[in-house]
């Protein structure tokens, strides 16, 4: 591992979860998708209820709804949101259940046919049409018929919740989708069924626009003294519309927008399954990372594999950069939020590991179903990438704590490798910090960790710092870098952006600021590394070179793995295919984990 001039750096072969007395490290997935969805129903998940969905997260084997054979994962996860979708929950499972109110509506009879006769994907086109039409049918959105369904789910949640073993988090998706465009959010509650049963999960059916959705959460909040986290998601495919500069009527933001927006919006998912978030390198050109796990295909009834053109509104760098702006216009950041990952799985089967990975839907576990087109796209499932997780400093694996953290904004994302990552800011860090065997007891009482504010006074001398540590997965692959990316507003009103290395494996050297790639060790035979490769953990204490005390900026932390092989590399193989001749696909990927950022702020 290398110095720079500007920051001090310490290697360990050690692997011990970061760890203070104030927080712990959770583990876990928001993001995942039951039977009771239509879509997950419909592409073939007949089997896998939201009991089993818990009990695979806790480590308990389960029989995958396809094959038929026992899915099992390594590790437990510690805690769980099943979001599934609020528009029309439930209605394919009630139907083959033989509930004859749904299958007497049009809409139902048509459902019901085209299951019966093994026509699923046709079954899951109608339901995408009226998604993208903003349509339902009026039995359907009756509150008794949304009620019964609703209250199924929560009830599951309480069954599996084990406070500081297991936390069950009850939830749901509302799952806006203008012409195809992603404006979907996870919702999720630290309440109990008790409370949660009281309401009806509000859904794109009730109003698509997310103004709405936000003034639906104030008023039931209210209402019930209930706590609520939104969480916008693949904002890669929302067409120009998640992270846009006018809100959904066309209008340029207000300071009440931008408040409400970062009240019930303090964490996105920036990976998992359908992609990547972070930046494309179009946006990003000089970012030799910015294209990992692009997906870029709308969600639509006939999907042709045309790729939408990427704009700021579409990715979290991009975002991040013009909060600043609006921040600097209207006093308040709409985009001041952390970043997750979660997985979007719709088999119920929380898996991210390459190695391991069941696939978008139900199918994905079988190898040659992922060469054929889901539901007549040009869209397969090696097109998905097997992302993400959750991670969160909290005080205690419960409900009330995790959602605090995401309140606060102390947690991050990885594209599956449980990295642990620790990143405080602050102006009094000295060398000796990153060399402490538990630096968060320097972080908190000289910093504030991931997700925080710094203020300062706009004549000060001396730029910030970033105290990092970042440890390899125990059952993972070694870490090849630690990275920085600075988004900052210039004068002008114009922004920047800068991507610093500032700790690497091995003994490389920064040219122009550009390190070599680490050695890919994969074998194109097997899948597996051929050998050891990259550091165990990087500990830095990192100040900002080019900082003007009169800017506001923001920072985030990326680190990168070694190369590995990517899921549809072993599906090849186990193809016999060579996984050279499918260029469309990489080989190997480098998995990585994104901090939440830490903004500066001048007085």
Same mark, same amino acid.
């Given at each position: 591992m290398k110095f720079v001039p500007y920051l001090m750096c310490v290697a360990s072969s050690l692997c011990a979860t970061a760890a203070s007395s104030e927080t712990h490290l959770y583990w876990g997935d928001t993001h995942?998708?039951?039977?009771?969805?239509?879509?997950?129903?419909?592409? =073939? *998940?007949?089997?896998?209820?939201?009991?089993?969905?818990?009990?695979?997260? @806790?480590?308990?084997?389960?029989? *995958?709804?396809?094959? =038929?054979?026992?899915?099992?994962?390594?590790?437990?996860?510690?805690?769980?949101?099943?979001?599934?979708?609020?528009?029309?929950?439930?209605?394919?499972?009630? $139907?083959? !259940?033989? #509930?004859?109110?749904?299958? @007497?509506?049009?809409?139902?009879?048509?459902?019901?046919?085209? $299951?019966?006769?093994? #026509?699923?994907?046709?079954?899951?086109? @109608?339901?995408?049409?009226?998604?993208?039409?903003?349509?339902? !049918?009026? !039995?359907?959105?009756?509150?008794?018929?949304?009620?019964?369904?609703?209250?199924?789910?929560?009830?599951?949640?309480?069954?599996?919740?084990?406070? *500081?073993?297991?936390?069950?988090?009850?939830?749901? #998706?509302?799952?806006?989708?203008?012409?195809?465009?992603?404006?979907?959010r996870v919702v999720f509650t630290d309440e109990s069924a008790d409370v949660a049963t009281q309401f009806i999960p509000f859904s794109s059916n009730d109003s698509n626009k997310p103004e709405a959705l936000w003034n639906w959460l104030e008023q039931t909040s209210d209402k019930y003294d209930a706590r609520f986290v939104a969480i916008p998601h693949n904002s890669n495919i929302s067409d120009g519309r998640m992270f846009a500069s006018l809100d959904s009527n066309g209008e340029a933001l207000t300071a009440t927008y931008a408040s409400q927006r970062a009240r019930w919006e303090p964490v996105v998912e920036i990976t998992q399954i359908k992609g990547d978030s972070e930046t494309i390198e179009v946006l990003s050109p000089a970012d030799e990372f910015a294209n990992f796990e692009t997906y870029e295909h709308l969600i639509k009834p006939v999907m042709n594999g045309d790729n939408p053109k990427p704009t700021e509104a579409d990715y979290v760098r991009s975002a991040l950069k013009n909060g600043l702006k609006h921040e600097a216009e209207l006093g308040v950041n709409p985009f001041k939020f952390g970043v997750i990952g979660s997985t979007d799985t719709h088999t119920g089967l929380a898996s991210v590991e390459e190695d391991n990975f069941t696939g978008k839907f139900s199918t994905g576990v079988l190898p040659k179903r992922n060469l054929e087109p889901v539901a007549g796209s040009a869209i397969t499932g090696w097109d998905m990438s097997a992302s993400g997780l959750a991670a969160v400093w909290a005080q205690s694996n419960t409900r009330e704590s995790i959602l605090d953290?995401?309140?606060?904004? #102390?947690?991050?994302?990885?594209?599956?490798?449980?990295?642990?990552?620790?990143?405080?800011?602050?102006f009094q860090f000295s060398q000796s910090d990153a060399g402490l065997s538990d630096i968060a007891s320097a972080g908190y009482n000289k910093g504030v960790p991931m997700g925080s504010d710094l203020v300062g006074d706009a004549q000060m001398m001396s730029a910030p710092s970033l105290l990092i540590q970042a440890q390899k997965d125990p059952q993972g692959a070694g870490l090849d870098r630690v990275q920085v990316v600075k988004g900052w507003l210039l004068e002008d009103g114009t922004t920047k952006e800068q991507v610093f290395n500032v700790a690497w494996a091995g003994e490389r050297q920064l040219v122009g600021g550009k390190l070599a790639p680490i050695g890919d060790f994969v074998d194109r035979n097997t899948g597996k590394l051929t050998e050891d490769s990259g550091d165990d953990q990087f500990s830095v204490v990192w100040q900002d070179p080019s900082f003007d005390s009169q800017q506001r900026c923001f920072y985030y932390v990326r680190v990168l793995q070694v190369p590995t092989a990517r899921h549809s590399t072993l599906d090849m193989l186990a193809l016999e295919m060579d996984p050279e001749d499918q260029s469309r696909y990489p080989v190997t990927i480098q998995e990585r984990a994104y901090s939440s950022p830490i903004w500066y702020t001048p007085q």
């Open positions: 995942l998708h039951s039977n009771i969805s239509p879509d997950a129903f419909l592409l =073939g *998940n007949r089997s896998m209820s939201p009991d089993q969905a818990y009990r695979f997260a @806790k480590g308990a084997p389960v029989l *995958n709804s396809v094959s =038929g054979e026992r899915a099992q994962l390594r590790r437990p996860l510690d805690f769980l949101v099943i979001a599934d979708h609020a528009e029309m929950m439930g209605i394919p499972l009630r $139907i083959t !259940e033989g #509930e004859q109110r749904l299958i @007497k509506t049009g809409f139902g009879k048509q459902i019901y046919d085209l $299951i019966e006769s093994g #026509e699923g994907d046709k079954a899951l086109l @109608k339901f995408l049409g009226f998604l993208n039409r903003n349509e339902t !049918e009026a !039995e359907f959105e009756k509150p008794d018929a949304r009620q019964s369904i609703w209250n199924r789910l929560a009830a599951a949640a309480d069954r599996h919740n084990e406070p *500081n073993r297991f936390t069950a988090l009850i939830g749901w #998706e509302w799952s806006s989708l203008p012409n195809g465009g992603n404006l979907h953290a995401f309140k606060r904004r #102390e947690v991050y994302a990885t594209t599956g490798p449980r990295m642990s990552l620790r990143v405080f800011g602050g």
